[in-house]
């Protein structure tokens, strides 16, 4: 069984592995076959929110409405990242999440986005 109850498939599904998680956090490895352009980290971001353990989310089909304050902050240079992920607000069946991905050591992206849940 899958850590993700997401629809996606490769090549599409970027998340891997869920790293840790709480009901409001998660630690996710992402991975590409390819080095991934930025559009493709931040879909692995909004990916990586289903690895939250909450009810509330997970089963639930997620849609994003909203991106904010995106900074890439390094070139991407492999094809493997860790993204963290933190559950800021929920709002009826919105929710509001920041994340960051790190490449090692190195913070790659950072960012916020908003989910509408079906």
Not at 23 to 39: H, M, N, Q, R, Y
Not at 42 to 69: C, H, M, P, W, Y
């Amino acid at each position: 069984m899958s850590d993700f109850a997401i629809p996606h498939v490769a090549p599409l599904r970027f998340v891997k592995e869920r790293i840790s998680a709480t009901l409001e956090d998660a630690t996710v490895e992402i991975g590409f076959d390819e080095v991934p352009s930025l559009g493709m980290l931040i879909e692995a971001a909004t990916q990586s929110s289903s690895g939250i353990v909450n009810d509330e989310i997970n089963g639930r089909i997620g849609f994003l409405v909203t991106l904010k304050n995106i900074k890439l902050l390094q070139t991407p240079q492999t094809t493997t990242f860790q993204v963290k992920i933190h559950l800021d607000l929920k709002a009826e069946d919105l929710r509001y999440l920041s994340f960051t991905i790190y490449d090692e050591d190195v913070t790659v992206v950072t960012g916020s986005f908003v989910i509408i849940l079906q």
